[in-house]
């Protein structure tokens, strides 16, 4: 992140691109008049449901934060860039799952003034992934329907996870969920099953036309051979520290 008198407005780059980045300028936009140049890098697949813009904007905002000597709290930075993310309808809680890390459940939902988290102890795990497009989460937050159904299958899903707040019944109340609202598409729904049948547990990501999943050492690479039929899987590990400045 920095600041120059050459710039006459805000741009913003992405793995040395320039990209629009809404959600990232609204942020910008919300802690200081000046033009600053955001240079940001991900290494995961952009508008698959992964929640690459709220890890944009909450990372501009801790750099922000220190750059330009805001002396803002964590609490402060999150609120923005969770407030970034509702304005630009680019995500509702992936800051405040990102702000924590690990396997957030989201208890009561909201900023960080309001909202309410808790987590499931899970011990160091890989996550295979595959994405197979993108899928406009502007688009599904803003249908009246879709919403009905997301927020009833949601309240359903979360009832049952917290009677056993285990990893392994988040993965079976997301594939519930994910079928349930409508939102998984036929092909999501191959690479689950096939995923199933190899062994392992998946489902879609949310919002995105992707796939997540795990499996025990034993069946991982029947897993990733099942998933190999549909695209080249990523894998990542998940990761209980907060986010903050390197």
Same mark, same amino acid.
Request: proline share 4%; with cysteine.
């Given at each position: 992140?920095?600041?120059?008198?050459?710039?006459?407005?805000? #741009? !913003?780059?992405? +793995?040395?691109?320039?990209?629009? /980045?809404?959600?990232?300028?609204?942020?910008?936009?919300?802690?200081?008049?000046?033009?600053?140049?955001?240079?940001?890098?991900?290494?995961?697949?952009? /508008?698959?449901?992964?929640?690459?813009?709220?890890? /944009? =904007?909450?990372?501009?905002?801790?750099?922000?934060? &220190?750059?330009?000597?805001?002396?803002?709290?964590?609490?402060?930075? !999150?609120?923005?860039?969770?407030?970034?993310e509702v304005i630009n309808r680019s995500g509702l809680g992936d800051v405040i799952?990102?702000?924590?890390? /690990?396997?957030? !459940? #989201?208890? =009561?939902?909201?900023?960080?003034?309001?909202?309410?988290?808790?987590?499931?102890?899970?011990? #160091?795990?890989?996550?295979?992934?595959?994405?197979?497009?993108?899928?406009?989460?502007?688009?599904?937050?803003?249908?009246?329907?879709?919403?009905?159904? !997301?927020?009833?299958?949601?309240?359903?899903?979360?009832?049952?996870?917290?009677?056993?707040?285990?990893?392994?019944? %988040?993965?079976?109340?997301?594939?519930? %969920?994910?079928i349930g609202t409508g939102l998984a598409s036929d092909a999501i729904m191959d690479?689950? &099953?096939?995923?199933?049948?190899?062994?392992?547990?998946?489902?879609?990501?949310?919002?995105?036309?992707?796939? %997540?999943?795990?499996?025990?050492?034993?069946?991982?690479?029947?897993?990733?051979?099942?998933?190999?039929? %549909?695209?080249?899987?990523?894998?990542? +590990?998940? +990761?209980?520290?907060?986010?903050?400045?390197?």
């Amino acid at each position: 992140m920095t600041y120059s008198e050459e710039l006459d407005d805000t #741009r !913003i780059t992405l +793995n040395g691109k320039q990209v629009g /980045g809404h959600t990232t300028r609204t942020v910008a936009d919300m802690l200081t008049n000046l033009p600053v140049l955001v240079e940001s890098v991900a290494n995961i697949p952009i /508008g698959c449901g992964f929640g690459a813009s709220g890890a /944009g =904007a909450l990372g501009t905002a801790y750099a922000l934060n &220190e750059a330009l000597c805001l002396n803002l709290t964590s609490a402060k930075i !999150i609120e923005t860039a969770h407030v970034a993310e509702v304005i630009n309808r680019s995500g509702l809680g992936d800051v405040i799952a990102q702000s924590y890390g /690990g396997v957030v !459940i #989201r208890t =009561a939902p909201g900023a960080p003034e309001y909202g309410k988290v808790d987590w499931i102890p899970v011990a #160091r795990k890989e996550v295979l992934c595959l994405p197979l497009g993108e899928l406009d989460t502007g688009s599904v937050i803003s249908d009246p329907d879709l919403v009905w159904r !997301i927020t009833s299958m949601g309240r359903g899903a979360m009832k049952k996870l917290m009677l056993a707040p285990t990893f392994e019944t %988040f993965m079976q109340c997301s594939r519930d %969920f994910a079928i349930g609202t409508g939102l998984a598409s036929d092909a999501i729904m191959d690479i689950v &099953e096939a995923v199933g049948s190899a062994g392992g547990m998946a489902s879609q990501a949310m919002l995105g036309e992707s796939v %997540f999943a795990i499996a025990d050492p034993g069946r991982r690479e029947a897993v990733i051979e099942a998933l190999n039929e %549909f695209g080249q899987p990523l894998a990542y +590990n998940l +990761n209980d520290c907060r986010a903050g400045l390197l």
